[in-house]
């Protein structure tokens, strides 16, 4: 099991074992609170390990958005331990932090796009922060446009485009360095179903790849026929659903070879 959850909340079906660095993410006693108020997360112990692949559900207002807050170091705990990449957040060096972050890949809600930036700059942008030549990102920037589909929009700028398109240009800025780390705030929510399938695959690419990946989604339908693990958050805590392989559904295929910014032959199936 690559999510661990607190045998003394979960029960004896739910397994717990030693934490370990091999893990890309830890959580243990963690509260969460805004204000004075109540805590919106509370008594989280998980672990994500390195590879694995998980939706995280729950009804509006239930934390998803905080979780991947504090998952991302937008946020610090109210209470516990969270720890990224083997290092416990509290006693990082705050100098150390952003070498943390630029491991992790985010696709916000609310996008976040540079709307000074075209979508191949937006898109660009972590490559150039890693000091990536620009003959050298030119190729992978667009071949990852066009995987998109959008390719006639390269050089428009964020007004200039719809919600759906700019979706797809925070997600192709999110998976552009192949982050260690993927985590995806309803990505799927302003496109049409089969651009969610696809988009939804070229994370499961990047999980095959060695990213971790955690989508954040209201879709049951895709997380049922994708059937990954599912991280439930309820009152403030979490439970994990286990789905069997005899559940998962065979992959949509959208139709058309994509011009694929990764490896072609692990692109096949799409």
Do not use: C
Not at 38 to 59: C, K, M, N, R, W
Not at 133 to 140: A, I, V, Y
């Amino acid at each position: 099991m690559s999510l661990l959850l607190n045998p003394k909340t979960y029960g004896p079906n739910f397994l717990m074992s030693e934490f370990n660095t091999n893990n890309i993410v830890r959580f243990e006693n963690v509260g969460l609170r805004y204000g004075f108020g109540p805590e919106v997360l509370q008594d989280i112990y998980f672990e994500l390990a390195a590879g694995s692949f998980h939706f995280l559900t729950g009804a509006s207002g239930a934390g998803k958005s905080s979780l991947m807050k504090l998952m991302y170091l937008a946020m610090r705990p109210s209470r516990g331990t969270v720890s990224l990449f083997g290092r416990d957040i509290a006693t990082t060096p705050r100098s150390e932090l952003p070498a943390l972050r630029r491991r992790v890949g985010v696709v916000f809600q609310e996008f976040r796009l540079l709307n000074h930036l075209s979508a191949f700059d937006n898109v660009a942008l972590p490559l150039r922060v890693a000091g990536v030549r620009e003959s050298e990102l030119k190729g992978q920037v667009e071949e990852l446009l066009a995987w998109v589909d959008l390719k006639n929009h390269m050089k428009a700028r964020p007004p200039t485009l719809s919600g759906g398109q700019q979706q797809r240009v925070a997600i192709a800025r999110a998976v552009i360095a192949r982050p260690r780390l993927l985590l995806a705030d309803e990505p799927t929510g302003n496109v049409d179903d089969r651009m969610a399938y696809r988009l939804v695959h070229l994370f499961e690419e990047l999980n095959r790849l060695g990213t971790t990946v955690v989508i954040a989604t209201h879709n049951q339908q895709l997380v049922d026929r994708l059937g990954h693990p599912e991280i439930r958050l309820s009152g403030g805590q979490l439970r994990l659903l286990e789905r069997s392989d005899k559940t998962r559904q065979s992959k949509i295929k959208p139709g058309g070879r994509p011009i694929a910014p990764f490896d072609p032959e692990v692109l096949d199936y799409l």
